[in-house]
């Protein structure tokens, strides 16, 4: 349970002074629902508002307070807007604006004769000073010189925030120290509680905002240390393959070094009793899919059953179908089940699985639901770790009679930096090397004012009997935003080159996205018009030509991703990435790495380095991992640290229940990372 200390942290934001239905909604929107959440939702600036006593056109660009005297109202005819004539106390005149509304309401903010405090940004326009839009600071209202700037969204301002973040910091309880002693002091860091303050009263306060991404980190450490601990503490069984089925296996190419290097560490790991918690990163095409194969085949070897897990109903029916092809002729049983399977068909796979049947299961969130039990589940491989989380992996472990091994894959490659932060409580394999055959992808960045010439080239690739993706940013077109839409470039290219050309989009039902994708892996179709729905998941070897619009919107991990949808067999396969006309310096670095490299460890690293504060794996790849407070920047200096600081209370100071630790176990809770700790369930 959480401690009670904390209950007025996590209250609803409506117990906040001022906040009712209607502001909850923009705060909802921010994933401000607790109070918590708002002591936490931290400035990314400020601003400075200078004290003067006097109007000086010197002080034009900047923001000042100052006492002044409305003289006259000034009303424009029309839609025009309302000046204020205002003077300071030496008489220096300055021009009050407010455009739009009543101009009732500029003379009731401002009544003739009567001195006010006012701020804003002073500027010179044409002979005189003006303020437009100016703050009126009411009877006892505080009006702060520097003032923080928060992250909005419609309905709220900075100060209504500031307001809100100053009630939750109120509210937050003084907690005892975490941190080991030595390392706080050698950091100079201040407390929990007065790091808060700090951070909002000032939001430049480099050690405070240190100290509170440093708890945020270590927290992270140790929640993954203790699941490490629980998971290696206890006992699960050892499952010796005897190689029989996979001397069966035929396969028309040997192994990388890697894949086979990887194959040893996790037959290593199963022969254990303590579970294997591995994570497998793999660049696209590394050969991630046939190294789990080999690893349930060495479960199925053993006597148990293995059960993979894919984030969409294309990928796991893509590897439904990839070790149906890949295990054929093997006396082995392999299943598929999603949300889409329903009456007799799933009944009939749910029997089959219970029995033990089936041997190895491919699905989606579908096969950990409650009604699926497996007869003596062994093995989980969970692809594209990424999209889940520490809790979701532990309820498909607890479907095993002894907690099943575990290998976690992603074709997400990343950076060294943040391994340790998302996977801290696994051992970690790489696929370095690249099958043989396996030619590099061919780069090139190409202006959208070319874009008759580019359909012109896919018109020769088709006619060369080859395939093609089109990717498009959005499905439809939106008012804020002139990134092109799937559904009209669809209709365009359809103008062009008839049925060849197919669409698919995350808003399709399931079925009609697999028959798509159907139809586009059977070549009956030539060009698939696409959002980022085949960022993941889709093999189709005779597409060699992929064009990427607007590619300087996307982060290089997803570049990378949708390039690796081309590649896949052995022919040459090019990738086009059509750019607008004006280009950001980091849209510029990003277009030319990716014509520069194909590896995907490497561009993982720059985008790290790129993409700076407040994106450490973009929404694509964060999954439940959200940092709020700790930057990648402050990642890479806090990481090692606070793994080593997590240790050192697990080992040295006696865990989580000495008194460093009792503290430990309020920060889990404090910043979210109790969930899936289920040795803290029960304490």
């Known amino acids: 349970m959480r401690p009670e200390i904390l209950n007025p942290l996590f209250a609803e934001t409506l117990v906040l002074k001022g906040v009712g239905?209607?502001?909850?909604?923009?705060?909802?929107?921010?994933?401000?629902?607790?109070?918590?959440?708002?002591?936490?939702?931290?400035?990314?600036?400020?601003?400075?508002?200078?004290?003067?006593?006097?109007?000086?056109?010197?002080?034009?660009g900047r923001i000042i307070v100052i006492t002044l005297t409305a003289r006259e109202h000034r009303v424009s005819s029309g839609r025009g807007p309302t000046r204020v004539q205002a003077t300071d106390v030496h008489g220096n005149y300055v021009s009050l604006v407010f455009f739009g509304g009543s101009s009732g309401w500029a003379k009731k903010l401002l009544p003739i004769g009567e001195a006010k405090r006012v701020s804003g940004r002073l500027d010179e326009y044409g002979q005189e000073l003006q303020i437009v839009h100016p703050d009126i600071v009411e009877e006892g209202e505080e009006l702060r010189?520097?003032?923080?700037?928060?992250?909005?969204?419609?309905?709220?301002?900075?100060?209504?925030?500031?307001?809100?973040?100053?009630?939750?910091?109120?509210?937050?309880?003084?907690?005892?120290?975490?941190?080991?002693?030595?390392?706080?002091?050698?950091?100079?860091?201040?407390?929990?509680?007065?790091?808060?303050?700090?951070?909002?009263?000032?939001?430049?306060?480099?050690?405070?905002?240190?100290?509170?991404?440093?708890?945020?980190?270590?927290?992270?450490?140790?929640?993954?240390?203790?699941?490490?601990?629980?998971?290696?503490?206890?006992?699960?069984?050892?499952?010796?393959?005897?190689?029989?089925?996979?001397?069966?296996?035929?396969?028309?190419?040997?192994?990388?070094?890697?894949?086979?290097?990887?194959?040893?560490?996790?037959?290593?790991?199963?022969?254990?009793?303590?579970?294997?918690?591995?994570?497998?990163?793999?660049?696209?095409?590394?050969?991630?899919?046939?190294?789990?194969?080999?690893?349930?085949?060495?479960?199925?070897?053993?006597?148990?059953?293995?059960?993979?897990?894919?984030?969409?109903?294309?990928?796991?029916?893509q590897h439904y179908e990839t070790l149906r092809k890949t295990l054929a002729g093997l006396p082995i049983e392999i299943g598929v089940l999603t949300g889409r399977d329903k009456g007799r068909v799933r009944e009939a796979t749910l029997m089959a699985l219970a029995s033990g049947e089936i041997d190895i299961l491919v699905g989606t969130h579908a096969i950990f639901q409650d009604a699926v039990g497996y007869k003596d589940l062994g093995l989980v491989v969970v692809d594209e770790?990424?999209?889940?989380?520490?809790?979701?992996?532990?309820?498909?472990?607890?479907?095993?009679?002894?907690?099943?091994?575990?290998?976690?894959?992603?074709?997400t490659p990343i950076p060294r930096t943040l391994t340790l932060a998302q996977y801290g409580e696994m051992d970690v394999s790489r696929l370095d090397e690249m099958p043989p055959g396996r030619q590099p992808i061919e780069t090139r960045v190409i202006s959208e004012d070319r874009l008759d010439?580019?359909?012109?080239?896919?018109?020769?690739?088709?006619?060369?009997?080859?395939?093609?993706?089109?990717?498009?940013?959005?499905?439809?077109?939106?008012?804020?935003?002139?990134?092109?839409?799937?559904?009209?470039?669809?209709?365009?290219?359809?103008?062009?080159?008839?049925?060849?050309?197919?669409?698919?989009?995350?808003?399709?039902?399931?079925a009609e996205k697999d028959a798509v994708m159907a139809e586009f892996s059977a070549a009956r179709t030539a060009v698939l018009v696409a959002t980022t729905v085949i960022e993941v998941g889709v093999d189709v070897p005779n597409a060699t030509l992929i064009v990427i619009e607007h590619a300087d919107r996307f982060g290089l991990a997803q570049l990378h991703q949708l390039r690796g949808r081309v590649g896949r067999g052995t022919g040459r396969s090019i990738c086009l990435l059509m750019r607008g006309a004006s280009l950001s310096e980091t849209s510029r670095a990003r277009l030319a790495l990716m014509r520069e490299t194909n590896d995907g460890f490497r561009i993982a690293e720059e985008d790290l380095r790129l993409r700076g504060a407040g994106e450490l794996l973009g929404t694509k790849q964060s999954g439940e991992m959200a940092f709020r407070l700790a930057t990648p920047d402050m990642m890479a200096d806090l990481l090692q640290c606070a793994h080593d600081d997590a240790r050192l209370l697990i080992d040295r100071d006696g865990g989580l229940e000495g008194p460093r630790g009792q503290a430990a176990r309020t920060a889990l809770y404090l910043f979210d990372r109790d969930a899936g700790v289920a040795l803290l369930r029960s304490g």
């Open 21 to 60: 239905p209607a502001l909850a909604k923009p705060l909802d929107r921010l994933g401000l629902a607790r109070v918590v959440d708002v002591a936490f939702h931290l400035p990314t600036g400020y601003v400075d508002r200078l004290p003067r006593t006097e109007l000086m056109s010197s002080d034009a």
């Open 145 to 317: 010189e520097r003032e923080p700037i928060y992250p909005l969204s419609d309905g709220l301002t900075s100060r209504r925030l500031a307001a809100l973040t100053t009630q939750a910091v109120a509210r937050a309880p003084d907690l005892l120290e975490w941190i080991e002693p030595g390392l706080k002091a050698k950091r100079e860091w201040p407390g929990w509680h007065e790091s808060l303050a700090r951070i909002h009263a000032d939001p430049s306060d480099a050690k405070a905002r240190e100290r509170l991404a440093y708890d945020e980190v270590f927290a992270n450490q140790l929640a993954m240390t203790l699941v490490r601990a629980d998971t290696r503490k206890r006992r699960g069984r050892a499952l010796h393959g005897d190689g029989r089925l996979r001397d069966l296996l035929k396969l028309p190419y040997t192994l990388t070094g890697a894949q086979s290097r990887t194959v040893g560490e996790i037959e290593g790991d199963l022969a254990q009793t303590a579970p294997m918690l591995r994570l497998l990163q793999g660049d696209v095409g590394s050969g991630k899919t046939l190294v789990a194969a080999m690893a349930m085949l060495i479960a199925v070897e053993a006597g148990a059953q293995a059960a993979m897990l894919a984030p969409t109903e294309i990928l796991a029916r």
């Open 385 to 411: 770790q990424h999209r889940f989380g520490v809790a979701q992996r532990m309820t498909l472990q607890a479907k095993g009679v002894a907690p099943p091994h575990l290998l976690a894959m992603t074709a």
């Open 453 to 510: 010439d580019v359909v012109n080239a896919l018109g020769r690739h088709l006619a060369d009997g080859g395939q093609a993706y089109w990717v498009c940013p959005l499905v439809e077109e939106s008012e804020k935003s002139d990134l092109a839409a799937a559904e009209m470039r669809a209709e365009t290219l359809r103008a062009r080159f008839g049925d060849k050309v197919a669409l698919v989009h995350g808003r399709m039902k399931p």
